[in-house]
Every structure is written in structure tokens, then in C-alpha cells.
């Protein structure tokens, strides 16, 4: 079975300086990997995802992951943070691989981030 | 991607009664899957709902405590059944519906509490 373990489950930084955010997975194949963001009382929205294209990842926001198989990890970061990224995050792995069809995702703990004005 | 229309987005209820949540997707799915978020929790899911056939419940979740129903390729339902306190937390339902390459859209969630 498929399990994703967030590093931390809060981070905080001050406005303006890099965010961190660390995951590790554990799968038997090649996965798929994504990053959610919720902000409080929304709903999830989908930052980026890996499907076995390039390892280096870009999604919105000036967010961005790099897939490293040999570590497992696909750790979520950005250059400068703002106080709107203020909010939840949760890496989310594939049960199987998604070429095969729809599959249930499998979540991590979620870390909280907080942005220091 | 998938818009996803989910309601109601909050409802406070009575213990041992029900609540029927509804996710209505703007195009055609194979796969509708709802999701508990539980206080402080993360995501888990409940079941995996394929038009035509009967829900599959993962592990800790049955059928009577959370029937579902897939009428057809663009609408889902979710029942709480007989709530109890513990049943408070965020339901959320989910689609693979994507722009390519893959990706997975999520309802806005309804925000159960039972009192």
C-alpha cells in the first residue's frame, strides 16, 4: 500500500523568505504525486502534480516540487512566501498508477503554514 | 478540470438523524469518490462510487452508516445516517474528471455538526 508522511506538521516563516515544505513517500511502483492547498473554510485546490514527466514540477502560485525517487521524497517550496499562502498543505499519493484509470488518493497529515508579517 | 457543485456547504443537525449530501459535476465521470475530514484531520476516504454499480467502502466505513448513490455520470449523494457527535467533520467529494495530464478536483466540502 501507498503512504505519503509529511515532515512537519507546522511550518512558519517570515514574509518573504523560502518556504519549505517536506514529504516523503513510500510506493512499489513509479507514483503520482501531488500537492493540495487549503486555505481555511475552502475548499482543496490542486498546486501541482508529478505523473512521471519532468521531476522538476512548476504549479501556481510560485509553487513548485521536485520528484526524487532515490530519496522519496517530493518536497513542495517557494521562493519568497506571501502572507496569502498562509494555509494547509497536503501531499497526496496515488493508490495505483493513474494511467490506469481513476484511483483513490491517499493523504499525508497535512502541515500548517504560517507567515511571520 | 471538473467543476464540482457540492451542498449544502454547512448544516447543523440532530443526533440520529440524517443528512444527504449532493455533488453535481459539470461533465461526464467515471469516478466519484467522498472523502471525511475529521477536526484537525486530514483527509480519508469513505468510498469509491462507479455509475451502475454499489459503492466501495474502505475499511472502517459500511454501507448503512453512509449509503451512496450514482444515479448517473454527473451526480453523487452521500448519507450520513443516524448522526452522532463523532460524525462532525468535513465531507468532501471528488472527481478525476482533469485537464490533461491528471489531476483530481475536489467539491468545496459541506461542514457537518451534530449536536
Known amino acids: 500500500a501507498q503512504s505519503v508522511t509529511q515532515l512537519d506538521s507546522h511550518v512558519s516563516v517570515s514574509e518573504g523568505t523560502p518556504v519549505l515544505l517536506r514529504c516523503n513517500y513510500s510506493s512499489s511502483y513509479s507514483p503520482s504525486l501531488f500537492w493540495y492547498v487549503q486555505h481555511p473554510n475552502k475548499g482543496l485546490q490542486l498546486l501541482l502534480k508529478?505523473?512521471?514527466?519532468?521531476?522538476l514540477v512548476k504549479g501556481i502560485n510560485g509553487f513548485e516540487a521536485e520528484f526524487k525517487k532515490s530519496e522519496t521524497s517530493f518536497h513542495l517550496t517557494k521562493p519568497s512566501a506571501h502572507m496569502s499562502d498562509a494555509a494547509e498543505y497536503f501531499c497526496?499519493?496515488?493508490?495505483?498508477?493513474?494511467?490506469?484509470?481513476?484511483?483513490?488518493?491517499?493523504f499525508g497529515q497535512g502541515t500548517r503554514l504560517t507567515i511571520n508579517p | 478540470s471538473a467543476v464540482i457543485s457540492q451542498k449544502p456547504s454547512r448544516d447543523i443537525c440532530q443526533r440520529g438523524t440524517s443528512l444527504t449530501i449532493q455533488c453535481q459535476v459539470d461533465s461526464q465521470v467515471t469516478m466519484m469518490f467522498w472523502y471525511r475530514q475529521q477536526p484537525g484531520q486530514s483527509l480519508t476516504l469513505i468510498a469509491t462510487?462507479?455509475?451502475?454499480?454499489?459503492?466501495?467502502?474502505e475499511s472502517g466505513f459500511v454501507i448503512d452508516k453512509f449509503p451512496i448513490s450514482r444515479p448517473n455520470l454527473t451526480f453523487s449523494t452521500l448519507t450520513v445516517s443516524n448522526m452522532s457527535p463523532e460524525d462532525s467533520s468535513i465531507y468532501l467529494c471528488?472527481?478525476?474528471?482533469?485537464?490533461?495530464?491528471?489531476?483530481?478536483?475536489f467539491g468545496s466540502g459541506t461542514r457537518l455538526t451534530v449536536v
Open positions: 508529478y505523473t512521471s514527466a519532468a521531476t
Open positions: 471528488s472527481t478525476d474528471r482533469t485537464g490533461a495530464p491528471y489531476g483530481y478536483t
Open positions: 497526496v499519493v496515488s493508490e495505483h498508477p493513474i494511467i490506469q484509470g481513476a484511483q483513490k488518493l491517499v
Open positions: 462510487a462507479n455509475q451502475g454499480s454499489e459503492a466501495t467502502y
